[in-house]
């Protein structure tokens, strides 16, 4: 475990760097720094075509990196986020290829973490994949994160605050609403926050 200065050095230099959310630990590295983002592929083994999110601090961030977004995502916004909720809707000119794997969309997530937040609002967008090998399952204790990639990152460990359950993934790309991926968060959950969710 390194202290929040160390780990913030390592990330403005365009390091990869361990870091806690509520869900599992995540591998975090600035999003739009190529090599940044190279070295979080290479420390996971994980194949170049396989897009990555944007880990953001705010709505308008959001809103600067998409484009036709639906009319209710401020009210999505204010239900969920920052939470176990990531939200794929259209990428704009702004996504770097390297994030989204030259896909027409991309992935936004806003772990609720205050240290990861305020990294996030420091050197945001930033991405942030579970910090295990590909294909293994997701990191969820910190040392145990370190030893599977081999010593070659630091981060801060705080294992009491992951709950180890994925995220809901929500596509919002479509004319209609999709759960890629069902997290914490229900579609039963989302309705009732958001009735103007088209299923």
Known sequence: MADQ???AEILAAGGAVVLPTETVYGLFAKAL????VKRVYDLKRRPLDRAMN???ASLEDILAYSKDQPAYLAKLY???LPGPLTIILKANDKVPSWVNSGLSTVGFRLPDHPLTQELIREYGPL???SSNL???ASGTVFEDIVEQLDHQVIGIADDSAIQGLDSTILD???DRANILRQGIISK???LEAVPELNF
């Open 5 to 7: 200065a160390a780990v």
């Open 33 to 36: 720094d190529q090599q940044a």
């Open 54 to 56: 944007l880990n953001v």
């Open 78 to 80: 204010q239900a969920f």
């Open 127 to 129: 991405i942030g994949p």
């Open 134 to 136: 590909s294909g293994q």
């Open 172 to 174: 919002l790309s479509g």
């Open 188 to 190: 039963e959950a989302l």
